[in-house]
Structure formats: C-alpha cells, structure tokens
C-alpha cells in the first residue's frame, strides 16, 4: 500500500520553461511534506518543505504547492535549468513513537531538462 | 548544508562476509535514519535512532543491525552479506523539531554482494 505516490515516473522539459512535479498521498496525517532531489550515486538532497497548515511555500525558483484536500502537492520549478536534471521525490512526515519523524517516500520522477 | 559522511562509497564483496557500513555526522542531531533504496525504488527506512543508546527497526525487514554509542556515529553492520543484500544504503539525520524535522542525507554506500 504506497501512501505517497508519484506518478509520473519521468517528465522532459525545456531550458526556461515551468517544470512541475505531482505527488499524491493517501495517508491524513502526514501534516509536514518535503521535497528531495537526488543524483545517480549520491544521497538525497533536501530542497524545500511545506507545514500542512500551508498552502505554498517558495524558496527562489522552487515553489511547493499542497492541496489537503486533495491530498496532492506540487514543486514548480521556474525558470528550468540543465543542472535541475536529476530524480525528485516527494516525502511525507509523520511522527515516530518517542519522537523524531519517519519520511515516507513517492518513488520519484527523473526530470530531464533540455537545452 | 549538513555534514554526514558515509564509508565505503562502494562496496563490492562475496557471500558470507561481515561488513560495516559508517555513517557519521557532525552536526550534534539527535535523530539518525538508515534507508535502503533499490534502484527505481522509493526509500525505505531500516532502522532509526532517537540518541546514544536508542536503536529501532524500521518499516522495512532487514537482516542488519545497528547501534549508537555516540552521538555522531551510527553504523550499519551486516553479519553475513547474501547477494539479496545489493542495494544502496542511505544515512540520514534530523535536529529534534517534532514532526517537522527535516532530514538531511549523507552520499550513500552502494553496496554489492557477489
């Protein structure tokens, strides 16, 4: 049962233009949400979060986007660049029993961005 | 930027062996992960730790084991390595800020077990 999904297993856009990434959950009680980009052969790196008690949190050219309702959020990144070019994940932040939070994690979508 | 370093980076060895996988972290964060990751996979976490002494299984059954003795070092040691054991290992750390604790990652070991 994947509780954070991402549908889109890859997405080709071009220099310049909007990229935007999807993610959907199922589970109500995530209440915090992340966004990861990843490298072949490296660890995940964090880009932006959003709280649930929001609906949109921008950082320079990435924005994210939650819609609780319809448990779906969203990265835009604007204006796209060659160096975006990598696996992006959606996480899901829930509390752990004696503190701290487990991540549930989308299985990504590869962006390709295209001269 | 965080600072949590892994070792090896890769790891290529024979059925049976005994490895350790490091993960350190220099930041003084109380929280530390241990995520499994198959290629074309989400992550899944292995284990966790709230502080020095505090080990936890995670979602994902796993054959390894971890401990914590100090609070910068959590490493990952399987007894015997078996060829079902080849993924990559991902080591991940948080300040204590309820559920919005973020994680930060290290680079990861690939490992591969012939």
């Known amino acids: 049962d994947q509780q954070v999904k991402q549908n889109s297993p890859s997405l080709s856009v071009q220099e310049g233009r909007i990229s935007i990434l999807n993610c959907d959950y199922t589970n109500s009680m995530f209440d915090y949400f992340l966004w990861y980009k990843k490298y072949p052969a490296e660890g995940p790196t964090f880009l932006i979060s959003?709280?649930?008690?929001?609906d949109k949190n921008e950082d320079g050219r990435f924005t994210v986007f939650l819609n609780k309702s319809a448990k779906h959020l969203s990265l835009h990144i604007v204006p796209s660049q060659p160096g975006d070019s990598a696996v992006y994940f959606c996480a899901a932040s829930a509390f752990l029993t004696g503190g701290g939070n487990k991540l549930t994690f989308g299985t990504g979508t590869q962006l390709k961005v295209e001269l | 930027e965080a600072d949590i370093y892994q070792t090896p980076r890769y790891l290529v060895i024979g059925t049976g062996k005994k490895i350790t996988l490091e993960c350190s972290q220099t930041m003084g964060h109380d929280k530390m992960y241990w995520y499994q990751q198959d290629p074309g996979m989400e992550l899944h976490l292995i284990h966790y730790?709230?502080?020095?002494?505090?080990?936890e299984k995670g979602d994902l059954s796993s054959e390894s084991t971890v401990s914590r003795i100090r609070t910068e070092h959590f490493p990952l040691t399987l007894e015997s390595a078996r060829p079902s054991h080849t993924s990559q290992y991902l080591c991940?750390?948080?300040?204590?800020?309820?559920?919005?604790?973020?994680?930060?990652f290290g680079p990861g070991t690939r490992l591969t077990v012939l």
């Open positions: 991940a750390s948080s300040l204590p800020s309820g559920s919005t604790d973020t994680q930060y």
């Open positions: 959003i709280s649930s008690i929001k």
């Open positions: 730790s709230y502080g020095v002494n505090s080990t």
